[in-house]
């Protein structure tokens, strides 16, 4: 037997609760992992909330990240004893995911935990820091440079915001933060940020061709943010784009794109096949640094993780959400 936060649906009615489970109810899967601890994402919290149709079959054990054990395996890459990591391939939305002691999954999906790294360090990065080491490998394969000029992350004071500009300071970069959260200036500087702009000098609608600033951005917002950002970027430039918290729209034009040779990444680090995703964790054991990580976790327990996955949507969460699932 095991405890998991499970999802439950009835008509139009959601519900979430602590069950325990027999492994016999874990969906098929070839490795079997003893889960050590999770996170709450925000794609997470809009499971756990019903904010947004994430969840695509009930029951249905949220978190798309996890850390633990093998303990079983009839896999080829895996055996009992080994240390994975899992990010995203639907787990969490139609296969049960992380916020649980158990999960079994494909061995397909996993990565090895890194060296540098324990299960917990690695889920104060989780998806968020994982796609963060995508962002920055994204900008760093197109060419951009320290030399080239300053870097825009935007969400700065968010999960994959906070990462990034760890990993872009620690390579050399001059890092510009956008955040709405004035009172975080002190988190961000000493996070790596040489700048704090307020998220409302982007937010706005704005011109299709601006100012040249960036020499490259990390977005995790979308919307007008985005547009503005690719209206600012610089000759040649690139932009790493990865999340929508601002909006799902992309409100802009051609032009930055065909007058000025600037390149727009899309980054996705769910279906992410393996060889980026070994990148991007090779990336954050190099060169992030355990007294970052711990500046960005907060620590909850499995219990706790409905109640907080709400201040996530409103935006009141700085930072990584750590779950211990045996807690």
């Known amino acids: 037997m095991f405890n998991a936060l499970l999802i439950y649906k009835s008509e139009e009615q959601q519900s979430v609760a602590i069950s325990s489970q027999e492994q016999q109810a874990l969906p098929e899967g070839d490795v079997l992992v003893r889960v050590d601890y999770s996170t709450i994402n925000y794609k997470d919290a809009l499971a756990i909330t019903g904010a947004a149709p994430v969840v695509r079959s009930f029951p249905m054990v949220p978190g798309i990240d996890?850390?633990?054990?093998?303990?079983?395996?009839?896999?080829?890459?895996?055996?009992?004893?080994?240390?994975?990591?899992?990010?995203?391939w639907g787990v969490g939305e139609a296969h049960w995911?992380?916020?649980s002691q158990y999960a079994r999954l494909k061995g397909d999906w996993l990565v090895p935990l890194p060296e540098a790294f324990d299960s917990r360090q690695a889920m104060i990065i989780g998806t968020a820091g994982y796609t963060a080491g995508l962002c920055v490998n994204?900008?760093?394969?197109?060419?951009?440079?320290?030399?080239?000029?300053?870097?825009?992350?935007?969400?700065?004071?968010?999960?994959?915001?906070?990462?990034?500009?760890a990993l872009l300071a620690a390579a050399g970069y001059q890092v510009v933060a956008s955040t709405g959260k004035v009172a975080e200036t002190e988190y961000l500087h000493a996070l790596g940020a040489s700048e704090i702009i307020d998220r409302a000098t982007l937010s706005a609608s704005?011109?299709?061709?601006?100012?040249?600033?960036?020499?490259?951005?990390?977005?995790?917002?979308?919307?007008?943010?985005?547009?503005?950002?690719?209206?600012?970027?610089?000759?040649?430039?690139?932009?790493?784009?990865?999340?929508?918290?601002?909006?799902?729209?992309?409100?802009?034009?051609?032009?930055?794109?065909?007058?000025r040779g600037v390149t727009l990444y899309g980054i996705d680090s769910v279906m992410a096949p393996l060889?980026?995703?070994?990148?991007?964790?090779?990336?954050?054991?190099?060169?992030?640094?355990?007294?970052?990580?711990?500046?960005?976790?907060?620590?909850?327990?499995?219990?706790?993780?409905?109640?907080?996955?709400?201040?996530?949507?409103?935006?009141?969460?700085?930072?990584?959400?750590?779950?211990?699932?045996?807690?």
């Open 97 to 99: 995911g992380g916020l």
């Open 275 to 327: 060889a980026p995703r070994e990148r991007a964790w090779a990336r954050l054991a190099r060169d992030l640094k355990a007294q970052t990580l711990e500046s960005v976790a907060t620590d909850i327990t499995l219990a706790q993780a409905p109640d907080v996955a709400a201040d996530v949507l409103a935006g009141k969460i700085k930072g990584r959400l750590v779950v211990d699932v045996n807690a």
């Open 138 to 165: 994204a900008l760093v394969d197109h060419g951009v440079s320290p030399e080239d000029g300053e870097i825009l992350v935007t969400g700065a004071s968010g999960g994959v915001g906070s990462i990034a500009i």
């Open 66 to 88: 996890l850390a633990g054990v093998v303990e079983e395996s009839s896999h080829s890459r895996w055996q009992a004893g080994d240390k994975v990591v899992l990010n995203g």
């Open 206 to 259: 704005g011109k299709p061709m601006q100012r040249e600033r960036w020499a490259g951005v990390v977005d995790a917002v979308g919307g007008h943010t985005l547009a503005n950002a690719c209206a600012q970027t610089r000759y040649r430039g690139a932009l790493a784009a990865c999340g929508l918290a601002e909006s799902m729209d992309f409100p802009t034009s051609v032009a930055p794109f065909i007058l």
